[in-house]
């Protein structure tokens, strides 16, 4: 969808309040409490509708990112446009400037709102054949040594594990990136479990966490001297295209929101070829989340 397609699809908030209240109730108005199907709009509360058998006032953002937000739904409806069009993603510098917003911290907290709504939470797990390996971002604190830790230390660096899923004919497809808070079984499980389907072929490296995969045709595969990328090649295609990708929008990552950034380059490689669906997938998602304020993303609570 062009700018000026956008523009004229959206043109104030009366129409994104519209959109909004069609992707909510494609079927019509239903109570979240009574669920009665039978309500009337309230003139003197923009967007509000009071259920005709319980009385109860439900607004069109009520459930949903933007409740208790204080900018307008046009402005959200821009925001969203704005980071799903940008195919490289959007820093809360550049959004602060796009949509003219009074404050850094306004546009960081969209920004994370958002992105938290690039999760879609009936998203399938991968299937066929999978790679899986483990990889390192650059941290450094005051502290570290400039060289950073060697191996799998972390010192100087965030570990993080990936997965691609690959067709039969061996073309990627799916990913999924998540935090690694150590190399231990029970941690790589994890990531395995809630990532890849059951009985699907795994393709690892010789790594000894990787052999209590036992409900997958695991198949691992020992480097030794030879480099990962000829082994593994296409998850660490990914583990190469999210480092160019953090470094270069947003010049590094931070260690407490190192899976919101990892979320968003999940969601961008894969609508890589479906970018103009981008916009509605993110606003489908955000309008099922109920709200989260500024102190729940500071303190991980979502």
């Known amino acids: 969808m062009s700018r000026t397609a956008f523009a004229a699809r959206f043109p104030d908030n009366a129409a994104c309040a519209r959109h909004l209240y069609e992707k909510r109730w ?12 039978k309500a009337w709009a309230l003139d003197s509360k923009p967007f509000t509708f009071e259920c005709a058998a319980c ?32 195919s490289n993603g959007i820093s809360a ?22 992105r938290r709504a690039m999760v879609d939470p009936d998203r399938s797990f ?44 061996g073309h990627p497809r799916r990913i999924r990136l998540a935090p690694l808070e150590n190399f231990s079984a029970t941690s790589i499980g994890a990531f395995v479990a809630g990532a890849v389907a059951p009985g699907t072929t795994i393709l690892s490296d010789g790594f000894s966490a990787y052999k209590s995969l036992k ?27 999210f480092k160019r990708w ?19 380059f999940v969601f961008r490689w894969n609508r890589r070829r479906h970018m103009k669906s981008s916009f509605d997938m993110l606003l489908n998602i955000a309008a099922s989340l109920p709200h ?10 979502v």
């Open 126 to 169: 991968l299937e066929d054949i999978v790679e899986v390996d483990e990889s390192d971002i650059p941290y450094r604190t005051k502290t570290d040594p400039i060289a950073g830790g060697q191996g799998r230390s972390a010192v100087g660096k965030l570990h993080f594990i990936g997965a691609i899923e690959l067709s039969p004919e």
């Open 215 to 241: 409900a997958y045709n695991h198949q691992p595969k020992v480097v030794g001297k030879m480099a990962a990328h000829i082994v593994l090649p296409w998850v660490h295609r990914v583990f190469a295209n």
């Open 246 to 264: 953090a470094l270069g929008t947003y010049h590094g990552v931070r260690k407490l929101h190192l899976r919101r950034y990892l979320d968003e």
């Open 55 to 86: 009385g109860r006032q439900t607004s069109v953002i009520a459930g949903t990112i933007f409740h208790r937000s204080h900018l307008s739904l046009l402005t959200w409806f821009q925001a969203i446009y704005a980071i799903a069009s940008h």
């Open 26 to 37: 494609p079927n019509g108005f239903v109570c979240p409490k009574c669920h009665g199907a």
């Open 292 to 301: 989260a304020g500024y102190r729940d993303f500071v303190n991980q609570v």
């Open 93 to 114: 510098l550049q959004l602060q400037a796009q949509l003219d917003l009074g404050s850094y911290k306004t546009a960081w907290l969209m920004l994370q709102k958002l």
